[in-house]
């Protein structure tokens, strides 16, 4: 399938048939994560990917509709930080420096410019930042997982303490922005034969 093609072929899945996902084809969608945009570069999330039944298991509770959960193969957690501090930004320019063979130095005036970045906004707004940019991830995760034939379900209906507590979240620092259910569709989710309802174009798309 083409993008096009894989777009319009998945839809949020209600019931997962209970069968695993290839590591091939989870690797491949958690790289798709790791490569998605990001404001800065700074990546200020993580993945935490449940693939153990018995965590799973624990999980259910948690989610307001739980016939995915119950049913998927993965879960994957988008883990957003809620404090950016020196340190973090400091590993962060040690990565680039690693990794281009640069000096800090030459990285002058883009650490500055983060720097201001981060000055500039409130707590709040740093945490507002930080959590959209798991939304970021979270569509390239569900267009990979489509490309690979993978049927998904991204979730915000859930109690949050749970899943913290289950996950081993560091509250202090972190909290879970979204989840995102992976496996494949039941032949029983009536949902998969509804036609796709999108806005027109035209209604839609302006040019200026």
């Known amino acids: 399938m083409n993008y096009l093609e894989a777009l319009n072929w998945r839809y949020s899945v209600k019931k997962f048939d209970g069968r695993k996902i290839s590591p091939e084809k989870l690797n491949n969608i958690l790289e798709a994560g790791r490569l998605s945009v990001s404001s800065l ?87 507002s930042w930080s959590e959209k940019q798991n939304y970021i991830v979270l569509g390239s995760l569900i267009l990979a997982s489509a490309e690979e034939k993978i049927d998904t379900c991204p979730m915000e209906g859930f109690k949050s303490e749970i899943i913290e507590d289950v996950l081993k979240i560091d509250k202090e620092n972190e909290k879970v922005a979204v989840v995102l259910a992976l496996g494949y569709r039941a032949e029983d989710d009536i949902f998969q034969n509804f036609k796709k309802v999108r806005k027109p174009a035209d209604k839609f798309i302006k040019f200026l």
């Open 41 to 127: 570069g700074l990546q200020p999330y993580h993945l935490l990917v449940v693939e153990n039944d018995e965590t799973i298991q624990k999980l259910i509770p948690a989610f307001y509709n739980p016939s995915q959960i119950s049913t998927c193969s993965h879960l994957i957690a988008l883990v957003s930080k809620t404090h950016i501090n020196k340190e973090y930004v400091d590993n962060y320019f040690g990565h680039i420096i690693n990794e281009r063979g640069v000096t800090l130095e030459q990285l002058s005036a883009f650490r500055n410019n983060i720097d201001q970045f981060l000055e500039n906004y409130t707590q709040k707004e740093l945490e």
